[in-house]
Nanobody, 111 residues
Framework: QMQLAESGGGLVQPGGNLKLACTATGRVFRYGEVRWFRQAPGKERELVATIGTAESTKYADSVKGRFTVSRDNDKNTGYLQMNSLKPEDTAVYYC?????WGQGTQVTVSS
């Protein structure tokens, strides 16, 4: 079964940038939509960005213009480039492909 692992989170100051990666095992990554979610303490999980198999993209209004989702099928990896980060972007970020989830990576935006 495919397994996913997110990486790239960390502590960053407001206005800073981070790039998250979602790496999959197996051979089916390229056939699935990659969805990035986040969940902050006490809040519901939020769909942040999606990239389809034909690389069409969608973004939540809260991140539009700041985040960019991409994928590299040869590397079995999806990416979430996050620019101009705000404290309200603080959350655990997860990726989902074929309804499989990683363990998440913590993003903290604080001065």
């Amino acid at each position: 079964q495919m397994q996913l692992a997110e990486s790239g989170g960390g502590l960053v100051q407001p206005g800073g940038n981070l790039k998250l990666a979602c790496t999959a095992t197996g051979r089916v990554f390229r056939y699935g939509e990659v969805r990035w979610f986040r969940q902050a303490p006490g809040k519901e999980r939020e769909l942040v960005a999606t990239i389809g198999t034909a690389e069409s993209t969608k973004y939540a209004d809260s991140v539009k213009g700041r985040f960019t989702v991409s994928r590299d099928n040869d590397k079995n990896t999806g990416y979430l480039q996050m620019n101009s980060l705000k404290p309200e972007d603080t959350a655990v970020y997860y990726c989902d492909v074929h309804n499989r989830w990683g363990q998440g990576t913590q993003v903290t935006v604080s001065s």
